[in-house]
């Protein structure tokens, strides 16, 4: 990439990727669409369910009584409300979860994380987190998983300023 292309941020032209940066973008984008992949073949050959909705039913059972207001469980998935709406219903539908009102404002629902789909968690879990052990963890040594760890929390906290436009919050 030729010196035109990296221009200072003080004009209106892109500041362009460096080599060393797009060499590194492109890597972690072929990552991570992998590893969503694999996450999700290993999930829905293992519990006929998607990443995402393992990952909301590992927020319920973490939550005080499993359960958790649905607005709080779409900012805890990071997914629109819409979306999380979607996978209540679908998990309903297969006994994991249930709705209730919540107590304290009737506008307001929980999500429940019912005893069937605690223990379809259970079994689950073992093979889940094989599959990310193997996937990311066996591959680095002790100083890489700190520093993945702390790359991670940097690039998600800058995404998520006081007042951005955040799915969770749409």
Same mark, same amino acid.
């Given at each position: 990439?030729?010196?035109?292309?990296?221009?200072?941020?003080?004009?209106?032209?892109?500041?362009?990727?460096?080599?060393?940066?797009?060499?590194?973008?492109?890597?972690?984008?072929?990552?991570?669409?992998?590893?969503?992949?694999?996450?999700?073949?290993?999930?829905?050959?293992?519990?006929?369910?998607?990443?995402?909705?393992?990952?909301?039913?590992? /927020?319920?059972?973490? #939550?005080?009584?499993? %359960?958790?207001?649905?607005?709080?469980?779409? =900012?805890?998935?990071? $997914?629109? +409300?819409?979306?999380?709406?979607?996978?209540?219903?679908?998990?309903?539908?297969?006994?994991?979860?249930?709705?209730?009102?919540?107590?304290?404002?009737?506008?307001?629902?929980?999500?429940?994380?019912?005893?069937?789909?605690?223990?379809?968690?259970?079994?689950?879990?073992?093979?889940?987190?094989? /599959?990310?052990?193997? #996937?990311?963890?066996? %591959?680095?040594?002790?100083?890489?998983?700190? =520093?993945?760890?702390? $790359?991670? +929390?940097?690039?998600?906290?800058?995404?998520?300023?006081?007042?951005?436009?955040?799915?969770?919050?749409?």
């Amino acid at each position: 990439m030729d010196d035109a292309m990296n221009t200072p941020a003080d004009t209106d032209e892109p500041h362009w990727l460096t080599d060393e940066e797009q060499v590194s973008w492109l890597a972690y984008r072929h990552a991570s669409m992998l590893l969503e992949d694999h996450l999700d073949r290993q999930l829905q050959r293992d519990a006929g369910m998607p990443h995402v909705y393992y990952g909301l039913l590992v /927020a319920l059972s973490w #939550a005080p009584r499993r %359960r958790m207001r649905m607005t709080e469980l779409a =900012q805890v998935a990071k $997914i629109t +409300r819409s979306r999380l709406s979607h996978a209540i219903a679908r998990m309903e539908k297969d006994g994991w979860v249930r709705r209730e009102d919540c107590p304290d404002d009737k506008r307001g629902q929980n999500a429940v994380l019912t005893d069937k789909g605690f223990e379809v968690l259970r079994k689950t879990a073992p093979g889940h987190v094989s /599959a990310v052990r193997t #996937a990311i963890f066996d %591959r680095l040594t002790p100083e890489q998983v700190k =520093q993945f760890g702390d $790359i991670c +929390r940097i690039i998600a906290d800058g995404l998520q300023p006081e007042g951005a436009d955040l799915p969770w919050l749409r």
